[in-house]
């Protein structure tokens, strides 16, 4: 009976370390997520509060936008309609408070035209709560 007692702390170890590593993957997808709803809400307001005040941010275009109010400028310049769907991403913690993730993105236009980029993203944990650092979108190179 002790054995079938170890192999389950084993175990239960295991899941422990597997939920603690999970941390990151789990946190910079609720960013993104939150993102995206706010992305396609059209909610300016939300979208900035992601963002850290002295945030660095390449969109599609071409200036580099920084702080709030250079996030704030970009978002007010798209499109209406425009909409985000987040596709795959890698999640690298470079210390407890920061994290890389590097991933996917789909735009779709209102007249159902996709663009795919590549999204990267710094996160950074403040006051118990992750925002967007630098943001940088490029286009996926066609084959």
Do not use: C
Not at 126 to 135: D, E, N, R, Y
Request: proline fraction near 6%; glycine fraction near 8%; avoid cysteine.
């Amino acid at each position: 009976m002790s054995r079938l007692v170890k192999i389950f702390a084993v175990l239960a170890a295991l899941l422990a370390l597997a939920s603690a590593t999970a941390g990151p993957v789990e946190d910079a997808a609720g960013v993104r997520t939150q993102w995206a709803e706010a992305f396609n809400a059209g909610d300016r307001n939300k979208l900035v509060a992601l963002y850290t005040e002295d945030a660095l941010f390449y969109g599609s275009t071409a200036p580099l936008f920084k702080g709030l109010d250079g996030v704030r400028t970009y978002f007010s310049h798209l499109p209406p309609g425009l909409k985000a769907k987040m596709g795959e991403q890698s999640v690298v913690a470079v210390e407890p408070n920061v994290l890389l993730s590097s991933g996917l993105v789909d735009f779709m236009r209102p007249d159902g035209t996709v663009a795919s980029f590549r999204l990267t993203l710094a996160l950074v944990r403040v006051g118990g709560h992750w925002l967007i650092a630098q943001h940088h979108a490029s286009p996926v190179p066609k084959p």
